[in-house]
């Protein structure tokens, strides 16, 4: 704005009464002016370029959210096509092994003239290989866009790069890294599992106002010990059905029973992992009922495996690895672990951890477990009724 204003006043003076004394001057000014001012035109055809391109990748992050629940282990993208400054298609991945959003977004779209001159927007590169569905980068080329423009680049060795090249390579013109970093954030467990090769780590363990996550076991005066109100557990079944595993340690599994499960959310149940390293859970307990695909790691070779509960053995001296780079190989994407106080503080040691989310209910125990002692200050803080949600991102993120 201010640039015009200069630049209008300059053109003015300059382009004006100086021309009849000073021809030469005015000569020099005016081809100056003239340059000052498609400088101008150019940089605001920039920054209105970028700011509608971020507009519109956001839209397409929004999108991409509808696919938490069924579209691991594949990332969670979303697609718009816009003409004229105006969104005339869009789509998002919905399900792994279904169509893509860009497909999905380009088959909503019946007169496919109409997609001359048009941009696609995708928060993830376009595929570039025969997967489950043919290759989306062979698709858009076959159409006459005039520009593709991409958040990020997909880490997978079958893709990365090749799917802008392809695009590129058909005579579309291709923009890159457009919010990057929100993009990885909205795929953390998508990119976690390809960059690390193992799943995206999220701790969980509920404690008291007064930092303990149990109760005095040896003492029969503290009998009630729930810690959360009856919201936050619904947030927690709800956090269930949106990774694909959960795990616990042995003595939780001793001491609470717990099911595992997401009863008080629609959507899929977790894979259910445990650590027995000598049987020590007892045949009764829920998470060997075989109501679900269930891991446990066991150094007992004996243990009896059925059609939906595995006994993987493993080296217990390096107990998380083995664990994690087996769930790995079974394309299990992120885990949430739910304690108890000895697996948490074992992933905390050895800095395997993406997030962190720490409730804390309003009682007191007084006495009892200590919750993990975690030096971090979290990132954000969500108060529902008279607790409290700490969430925290693992420095790197
Ligand atoms: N407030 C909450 O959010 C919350 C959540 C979960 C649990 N809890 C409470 O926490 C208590 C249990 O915590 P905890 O610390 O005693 O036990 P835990 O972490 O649940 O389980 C620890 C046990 O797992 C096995 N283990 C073997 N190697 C291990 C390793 N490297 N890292 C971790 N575990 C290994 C060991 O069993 P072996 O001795 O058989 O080898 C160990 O004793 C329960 O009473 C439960 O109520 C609270």
Redesign the pocket.
């Given at each position: 704005m201010r640039h015009g204003v200069i630049f209008i006043v300059v053109f003015f003076i300059f382009s004006g009464a100086k021309i009849v004394l000073f021809p030469e001057m005015a000569k020099f000014f005016y081809y100056f002016s003239s340059l000052f001012a498609l400088r101008f035109q150019i940089k605001l055809y920039f920054c209105t370029t970028m700011m509608n391109d971020e507009k519109y990748m956001r839209r397409c992050f929004a999108l991409a959210e509808n696919g938490i629940y069924y579209a691991a282990p594949n990332p969670m993208v979303g697609c718009v096509i816009v003409k004229d400054d105006t969104i005339i298609s869009e789509g998002f991945h919905q399900c792994c092994g279904e169509n893509h959003a860009e497909r999905n977004a380009i088959l909503r779209i019946d007169d496919k003239t109409a997609l001359k001159g048009s941009t696609l927007y995708v928060n993830l590169e376009p595929c570039s290989h025969y997967g489950k569905t043919p290759p989306c980068a062979d698709l858009i080329s076959q159409y006459p866009f005039e520009r593709v423009v991409v958040c990020n680049l997909d880490p997978n060795p079958l893709v990365s790069g090749r799917g802008i090249e392809k695009i590129s390579k058909a005579g579309i013109k291709v923009t890159t890294g457009v919010l990057e970093k929100e993009g990885r954030l909205l795929n953390r467990r998508f990119f976690t599992f390809m960059e690390k090769r193992r799943p995206f780590v999220i701790l969980?363990?509920?404690?008291t106002r007064d930092g303990f996550?149990?109760i005095d076991?040896n003492d029969d005066s503290q009998k009630t010990?729930w810690?959360t109100n009856q919201k936050l557990k619904c947030e927690v079944h709800k956090w269930r059905t949106q990774e694909a595993a959960i795990m616990?340690?042995?003595?939780?599994?001793v001491?609470?029973d717990p099911q595992l499960t997401a009863r008080l959310w629609h959507g899929n149940n977790p894979v259910r992992v445990a650590?027995?390293?000598?049987g020590?859970i007892p045949s009764t307990a829920y998470i060997l009922d075989g109501s679900c695909p269930t891991i446990i790691y066991t150094e007992n070779s004996e243990m009896k495996c059925s059609e939906k509960l595995q006994y993987v053995v493993v080296n217990?001296d390096n107990?998380?690895d083995e664990i994690l780079t087996d769930l790995w190989n079974r394309k299990i994407q992120s885990i949430i672990v739910?304690?108890?106080?000895?697996?948490?503080n074992?992933f905390i040691e050895q800095q395997l951890w993406d997030e962190a989310r720490v409730?804390i209910g309003n009682k007191m125990f007084g006495k009892g477990?200590k919750?993990p002692s975690f030096p971090f200050v979290p990132n954000t803080v969500e108060q529902i009724d008279d607790d409290f949600i700490c969430l925290y991102n693992a420095p790197e993120l």
């Open positions: 969980k363990w509920a404690q996550m149990d076991r010990y810690i616990v340690g042995t003595q939780t599994v001491n609470d650590i027995d390293r000598n020590r217990f107990l998380l739910e304690g108890g106080l000895r697996l948490l074992t409730l477990l919750a």
